[in-house]
T-cell receptor, first 117, second 115 residues
Framework: EAGVAQSPRYKIIEKRQSVAFWCNPI?????LYWYQQILGQGPKLLIQ????????DSQLPKDRFSAERLKGVDSTLKIQPAKLEDSAVYLC???????????????FGQGTRLTVV | AQKITQTQPGMFVQEKEAVTLDCTYDTSDQSYGLFWYKQPSSGEMIFLIY??????QNATEGRYSLNFQKARKSANLVISASQLGDSAMYFCAMRERGGADGLTFGKGTHLIIQP
């Protein structure tokens, strides 16, 4: 079974530029998450999709971050304009999506390491 | 207040010894789930073990076990017979019934196994 795919693996941009990350979840997984992991910290949830609808985006900085999940499969996360503090690893994860099942594990991709200079 | 607290930023352990990684949590929900993930230097988060708040027995998965003390709100991960390949970051995480089902993570413990 193929895992969660993310691209690119690494990205370096200047502040105020824009950047986009792509995620392809495990086939059949209805729930997709984007996490931000700043160096030395645990991942922080940015946004959660159930199919192509947003379930939780309470921690997404909506003035500069946006995300979409077209057709309930692939997802893109965009930052525009980027700030220095956006330097982090952006992790995508997916799960079967049964929010009624507490033990549903999330499967993570390898992440995109973003450096803003 | 921190929802997940991991008080050990780093640990050095001799190979083949057992190691306990601490995790305490804070929630007012009666129904919640606790997870441990391993993150090697490659960056991918690898699921290790799950404990539900209503589970009466401590969870075990191979060399991993979870020491769940509900009254103390702690969910420590125990790795028996540690191996060099166990060197990684370890994260404790929680899913609460009352919220959306995204995981809340602690800051992690960097475990280094020494030969």
């Amino acid at each position: 079974e193929a895992g969660v795919a993310q691209s690119p693996r690494y990205k370096i941009i200047e502040k105020r530029q824009s950047v986009a990350f792509w995620c392809n979840p495990i086939s059949g997984h209805a729930t997709l998450y984007w996490y931000q992991q700043i160096l030395g910290q645990g991942p922080k949830l940015l946004i959660q999709f159930q199919n192509n609808g947003v379930v939780d985006d309470s921690q997404l900085p909506k003035d500069r971050f946006s995300a979409e999940r077209l057709k309930g499969v692939d997802s893109t996360l965009k930052i525009q304009p980027a700030k220095l503090e956006d330097s982090a690893v952006y992790l995508c994860a997916s799960s079967l999506g049964a929010s009624s099942y507490m033990n549903t594990e999330a499967f993570f991709g390898q992440g995109t390491r973003l450096t803003v200079v | 207040a921190q929802k997940i607290t991991q008080t050990q930023p780093g640990m050095f352990v001799q190979e083949k010894e057992a190691v306990t990684l601490d995790c305490t949590y804070d929630t007012s929900d009666q129904s919640y789930g606790l997870f441990w993930y391993k993150q090697p230097s490659s960056g991918e988060m690898i699921f290790l073990i799950y404990q539900g708040s209503y589970d009466e027995q401590n969870a075990t998965e191979g060399r991993y076990s979870l020491n769940f003390q509900k009254a103390r709100k702690s969910a420590n991960l125990v790795i028996s017979a540690s191996q060099l390949g166990d060197s990684a970051m370890y994260f404790c995480a929680m899913r609460e019934r009352g919220g959306a089902d995204g995981l809340t993570f602690g800051k992690g413990t960097h475990l280094i196994i020494q030969p």
